[in-house]
C-alpha cells in the first residue's frame, strides 16, 4: 500500500502562488506514475500535472497551467510538490495527489490511479 497526504492549499489572490506538498509512504517502490488533479464544484475531475515517479525531466502539463505550475519530487523528503504561479480564479478547485503503478494508458485518466489522497483546497480570488 501506498499513503498519500496533501498540505498547502490555501486562499490568494489572482496573481499569486502556492506550492502544495504531497508526502508519500509505504510501498512507494511499485510506484510508476504521480500526479496532480483537482476537482472544481459540479466540474468533472482533470489532471493538470504529471510525472513519472522515478524519472527527473519527465513533467507534463496541461495546456491551461503550462508555463505557471511546476511539479516536482524531493527524494530525500519524499515529497512531491506542485509550485503553482501566476494563479486565477479559475484555478479554484480541490487538488488531489494521485499515483498508480500501472505504466499504460493515458496519464491523465483518473481511473488508472490506484492512489489518492485526501484532497486540500485552493481557492483564488479576483
Known amino acids: 500500500q501506498v499513503q498519500l497526504v496533501e498540505s498547502g492549499g490555501g486562499s490568494v489572490q489572482a496573481g499569486g502562488s502556492l506550492r502544495l506538498s504531497c508526502a508519500t509512504s509505504?510501498?512507494?517502490?511499485?510506484?510508476?506514475?504521480i500526479a496532480w488533479f483537482r476537482q472544481a464544484p459540479g466540474k468533472e475531475r482533470e489532471g493538470v500535472a504529471t510525472?513519472?515517479?522515478?524519472?527527473?525531466?519527465?513533467?507534463d502539463y496541461v495546456d491551461s497551467v503550462k508555463g505557471r505550475f511546476t511539479i516536482s519530487r524531493d527524494n530525500a523528503k519524499n515529497t512531491v510538490s506542485l509550485q503553482m504561479n501566476n494563479l486565477k480564479p479559475e484555478d479554484t478547485a480541490m487538488y488531489y495527489c494521485a499515483a498508480r503503478r500501472r505504466t499504460t494508458g493515458s496519464r491523465w485518466d483518473a481511473i488508472l490511479y490506484n492512489y489518492w489522497g485526501q484532497g486540500t483546497q485552493v481557492t483564488v480570488s479576483s
Open positions: 509505504g510501498y512507494t517502490f511499485e510506484l510508476y506514475r
Open positions: 510525472m513519472i515517479f522515478s524519472v527527473s525531466g519527465s513533467a
